[in-house]
């Protein structure tokens, strides 16, 4: 049988606007432009769509489970429920350690687990070095979205948007 190909996607930074004070209400989740044209591409073009996203906020009492499904709930009404499934991690150092808190690999692992990715065949599309490292350490292919690059986690490429991380990726497969 046919393993599944995948991209994972951070969450904050590349589907929606950053903040660096935490976006957690529903009100505040702008999604960036041409994020949903770059989801119904990838979609097209056969691939699993992930989010795997830290949600330290939590584990720092800044907000709650609900608060962050209540967000995921917002971006599946909005793209038409083209997220295949959202892993995110509600730990922070500070109060828990956990391997599913990026640069972890686990939430990777449990969507592996859950739909038979071919690690070798997916992608990792991330605004940061923590989201470079675990999937580089898997095995798969990454694109850093915008400009803040770590030059000892630079991504394979880079993107200014999720739309044009989507056409890389779709031009990669021919």
Known sequence: MNKVKAVFLDRDGVLNKDNPNYTFRVADFEILPGVIDGLKALQSAGYKLIVVTNQSGIAQGIYTHDDVHACH?????????LISH???SPYHPS???SLARKPGTLMFEKAQAKFDIDFSKSWMVGDRGRDIIPARKLGIKTIQIGDEIEPENKADFTCQSLKEAASLIIQMLF
């Open 86 to 88: 959202f892993y995110y």
């Open 73 to 81: 709930q917002y971006m599946q009404q909005t793209s038409g429920n």
């Open 95 to 97: 109060v828990t350690a």
